[in-house]
């Protein structure tokens, strides 16, 4: 329903016995080139914040890069976009700006430069940026199962895209004389 006494006028939904919010055409910036992508989130509650003026009286949002939408999730959150999903069980995204806060995270994505999936498990995973991530108390792996043989842990982890990465000759357990060419670093 439409907040008065704000400026500009809010619309403010909550929305309870579980939700599947879909925006598409969501640009996503791979390398030098820019994808129209579809961001898919579900959870069990949720409470979404925009302008009053996008809402439609068929229960929509018509959205621009420049509408403010942000969304407040809780219980068994599934979010995906591209080839990657993270799942939490509380998390606040602000899809205008790209930034968002999962609790109890874990991410999993695809990423064809190795054939397989990276997994991050946190605490607390924040998103910087579009390509950019911050995760607490976390751990990473290649391997699928649910307890790894292998893992990296530490208190922080930063996850973000390097255009130049070559992950055909990637070695995690490398010694690194440029910081900057780490593509993940804890």
Known sequence: EPVTGVVPQEFIATI???VNIVVDNVPLQVGSTIFLTRVDLSADR??????????????????DENTPFQVYL?????????????????????????RGLALNAEVRSYLPQLDGALRVRAAELRQLSESSYHAKNAWFTTSQFGH?????????VFVQERQNANFSS????????????VWVSS
């Open 16 to 18: 309870t016995g579980g």
């Open 74 to 98: 809780e219980g068994n959150i599934i979010a995906r976009q591209g080839l990657s999903d993270i799942r939490a069980s509380h998390a606040f995204f602000d899809l205008s700006n790209r």
């Open 170 to 181: 990637w070695n995690p357990f490398a010694a690194e004389e440029d910081p900057s060419t």
């Open 46 to 63: 949720a409470v979404i914040w925009s302008d009053a003026d996008r809402f439609s009286e068929f229960g929509g949002f018509e959205l």
């Open 148 to 156: 790894p043989k292998w893992r990296v842990e530490a208190s922080d």
